[in-house]
């Protein structure tokens, strides 16, 4: 059966209906398929009125689900912060003590120091005791070779000589010895005394000692000897098996030359007068450094306090159209302990040091000149000369013993470190990398030390 249509079922297009009537746009009801748009009206032409329902949510219902929605959320906020700022005190920890393992130290350190000038006259004697400023006497005697052309001459026989010093070693008492004293050496070589001495007493400090020629017991070139291939000491045969023997003893100081038998070369005059001034020459500057290379630890010589005394030629065959010329030097000087010389120069000075905790330098630069007609032998027993220059004393310190002493301790407690070394320290500062720690490290490997000095005139 057909359905009934009603008059409401059906609105003209062009009639308003109360339902189309727009309210405050506020206040409109929210309508499913809201046919008040103009693309609805444009496309079907006509208006169907609808029945509006009114969706209205529950305000109970949406005030709660808003509430945990914001509960929520805010939860999630603070544990995130709350997450961040433990990351953060983790990462200052951890910071903190790797800092602390990785920490390194650097002290610096300036030592006092003093410059002392030097300029005087000053007057020294052998082995004098103290106050008194004392010298020791060195000597020793070395020879230059030189082959030349040379032709044969007269058949002669000819003695080597040298140079020895003979040595008392614990003798309170001198002892001659007389011209003519024979010396056996380790080669089983008898050599003479050529003039009579006398050997000085020993001293707590030194031995005694006198310098002597010596000659072969025979002549010929089998006396003939360099002082390199010596080994130990000359014995005296007289007193072989006896107490004395230990006491007093000879020792070669130079090579052993000159010995000869057959045929004498003989060679030119002006080959020989170049020959000698080439010797000269050498001699002068070989010399001086032999000597030099036989000052004992702890003593000093200067270059103005040596006397060198050259020999005549010689002339030894050594084939059938060859000749050695040779030429010895005695070269003597004086030597001063340096203890004794640096108490002279600056004792007042020296004093404001701890014993053994400083160190003088500049006594090799100080320019040393004999007075007018001063000579240099191994008769010398006393000297006058002056000194020009300066001298440095500068406080001694060790740096493993700061590192020591500093180990594990607060920055703060550094002074009280310093302090104890006052008298050598002018200054010291400590500093910490990285700046935050405060600490010392407890390992000296973490510890370094710069040492520096300050210089004051005085």
């Known amino acids: 059966m057909a359905t009934k249509k009603i008059v409401q079922d059906i609105v003209p297009s062009k009639r308003r209906s109360i339902r189309d009537v727009v309210l405050n746009k506020d206040d409109e ?47 999630i906020k603070n544990r995130t912060w709350l997450l961040i700022g433990a990351a953060l005190v ?3 920890v951890i910071v903190y003590a790797a800092s602390i393992f990785l920490a390194r130290a650097s002290v610096s350190i300036s030592l006092r120091s003093q410059n002392v000038p030097v300029g005087g006259t000053f007057t020294a004697a052998q082995n004098a005791e103290s106050p008194n400023l004392a010298f020791q006497v060195i000597s020793t005697t070395t020879t230059a070779h030189v082959s030349v052309p040379a032709s044969p001459g007269a058949v002669v026989n000819t003695y080597a000589t040298g140079m020895a010093i003979l040595i008392n070693a614990s003798s309170p008492s001198t002892q001659k010895i007389i011209a003519g004293t024979r010396l056996l050496n380790d080669q089983g070589l008898v050599y003479k005394t050529v003039s009579t001495v006398v050997i000085p007493a020993a001293t707590s400090k030194s031995s005694g000692t006198v310098a002597v020629k010596v000659i072969a017991d025979a002549p010929g070139p089998s006396y003939n000897f360099s002082l390199t291939s010596l080994k130990g000491d000359l014995s005296i045969v007289a007193w072989q098996g006896t107490a004395k ?39 002068s500057l070989s010399a001086p450094q032999v000597l030099e290379s036989l000052v004992p630890t ?72 004999p007075l007018a007609g001063q000579t240099f032998s191994t008769k010398t027993t006393s000297v006058k000369f002056t000194l020009s220059g300066a001298i440095n ?13 500093l180990e594990g301790k607060p920055i703060s407690a550094s002074n009280s470190v310093f302090s104890q070394y006052s008298s050598v320290i002018q200054s010291a500062q400590v500093s910490i990398v990285p700046f935050w720690i405060r600490t010392i490290p407890s390992s000296p490997k973490r510890i370094s030390v710069a040492i520096s000095t300050s210089s004051s005139a005085k």
């Open 29 to 75: 009801p929210v309508r499913k398929n809201s046919p008040h748009t103009a693309a609805f009206r444009a496309e079907r032409g006509i208006r169907v009125p609808v029945h509006l329902e009114h969706a209205v949510a529950s305000p109970s219902s949406t005030s709660k689900k808003e509430i945990r929605g914001g509960k929520k959320k805010k939860t």
């Open 90 to 92: 983790c990462c200052v």
């Open 245 to 283: 023997a230990k006491i007093f003893y000879g020792r070669m100081t130079s090579d052993v030359t000159g010995g000869s038998s057959g045929t004498k070369m003989t060679v030119g005059s002006a080959t020989l007068a170049t020959t000698a001034a080439t010797l000269t020459s050498n001699l």
């Open 298 to 369: 702890g003593y000093i010589m200067y270059p103005k306090a040596i006397s060198v005394v050259l020999s005549s030629t010689t002339v030894s065959s050594i084939g059938s159209t060859t000749a050695n010329i040779s030429m010895s030097a005695m070269v003597t000087g004086i030597i001063f302990k340096e203890s004794d010389l640096e108490n002279t120069l600056a004792k007042n000075q020296i004093a404001q040091f701890p014993a053994d905790n400083y160190s003088v330098n500049g006594l090799g630069s100080l320019v040393f000149a």
């Open 393 to 405: 004393i500068v406080g001694v310190i060790d740096a493993n013993n700061i590192k020591s002493q």
